[in-house]
């Protein structure tokens, strides 16, 4: 069995969770998510407790187990108490802001960057330069991070730019001048 595929998801009381076919929803005070297991996977509720099992031991089968496990494991926490990611920006003039269903950047660059915000994803901007991403689907917040991150990845002379709150940035010496 797959080490991870085979560790039983406990549910609590304020989720539900809902099998039809090959198509596993679960519900929750803050949302729903749903997913399609794969034919090879089958998913079983008893007494508050989602298990997987697999139909054959091969190598595919097996990666498969243990990621619909790890998906749905997701899933029945971002439902209770949802994920989060919390980027800074560093630089003079660079600021962030929610405009309706927009987050507007400006990031040292001749016009403002306008990235509509995804359904099921809430920004918060705190201070101008701390932008708080979080939604009940970890795939998503994650992805939405990387994006807003992307559109200017800290620099290493400076410092300059969007990076993660845990991340570390490794600066390099500037240019040098000879006597």
Do not use: C, W
């Given at each position: 069995m797959s080490r991870i595929g085979k560790?039983?998801?406990?549910?609590?009381?304020?989720?539900?969770?809902?099998?039809?076919?090959?198509?596993?929803?679960?519900?929750?005070?803050?949302t729903s998510l749903s997913?399609?297991?794969n034919p090879a996977v089958n998913a079983k509720v008893d007494q508050g407790v989602l298990t997987l099992t697999r139909k054959s031991d091969e190598k595919k089968v097996k990666a498969l187990h243990?990621?619909?496990?790890?998906?749905?494991?997701?899933?029945?926490?971002?439902?209770?108490?949802?994920?989060?990611?919390?980027?800074?920006i560093n630089g003079v003039g660079y600021k962030a802001n929610v405009n309706g269903k927009n987050l507007e950047?400006?990031?040292?660059?001749?016009?403002?960057?306008t990235y509509p915000i995804p359904q099921g994803i809430e920004i918060k901007v705190d201070k101008n330069t701390k932008v708080i991403?979080?939604?009940?689907?970890?795939?998503?917040?994650?992805l939405v991070a990387a994006k807003i991150r992307g559109f200017k990845e800290p620099e290493p002379y400076q410092g300059k730019g969007v990076k993660y709150d845990t991340e570390t940035i490794r600066r390099k010496a500037g240019k040098s001048v000879s006597k």
């Open positions: 560790m039983p998801i406990n549910i609590g009381k304020e989720v539900q969770v809902s099998i039809q076919g090959g198509s596993v929803t679960v519900k929750g005070p803050k997913y399609v297991l243990g990621l619909y496990r790890a998906l749905l494991s997701n899933a029945v926490t971002g439902v209770t108490r949802g994920f989060s990611k919390t980027l800074e950047l400006n990031l040292g660059f001749t016009h403002t960057i991403v979080s939604g009940a689907d970890k795939n998503l917040v994650g």
